[in-house]
């Protein structure tokens, strides 16, 4: 329960959620983080030696659709993405992830090519290449969800997927331009 609380603050940046067990110990347990799922990023990756200073936060709305997003990479080879929609975790994931996934290895090689990381004759990262390291979390508000079963393991609006891509090219290629040392 309280790993659902956590998460609940994270996902809702400011909030606070105080539990008190008065069964016995009387003991309280508070949750609140103002930088949302940056901070969350932060937890998750505290035992992990970063490959930049500060978590990548993008947040956008399109057709009703919010987005955020928030990205760091790390020195080891595993990819942890959390995909939450309004708030409920998706642990199969689906087209939001689906768009982070395909938004990213885009962006990357574009700014590569661009930036001449990337030569001409050489091919282009692969989508794993870009993900390794990567500790992320997207979080989808949507006002009409659609979910592969009952307990909401699988985002499938078709939709979102494009939203998600256009939201993080824009942002992500954005940022990399201001932050060419993070690139």
Known sequence: ??????????????????????????????????????SFVEHLSKKKNPLHEDVISIADERDEVRIEVALCWNDSFQENIFCYTNAI????????????????????????????LIKDNQSSLSGEDVREGLVAVIAVKHPDPSFNNQPKEKLINNEVKGIVEGIVNEHLGRY????????
């Open 1 to 38: 329960m309280s790993t659902r609380l956590r998460d609940l603050a994270f996902l809702n940046a400011g909030i606070q959620i105080s539990v008190i067990d008065e069964r016995e110990s009387g003991k309280e347990r508070s949750f609140h983080y103002e930088g949302g799922i940056s």
């Open 89 to 116: 975790y998706n642990r199969d994931g689906g087209t939001h992830l689906t768009g982070l996934r395909s938004a990213l290895t885009r962006t990357l090689n574009h700014w590569g090519t661009e930036n001449k």
């Open 176 to 183: 990399l331009e201001h932050n060419p040392r993070v690139a």
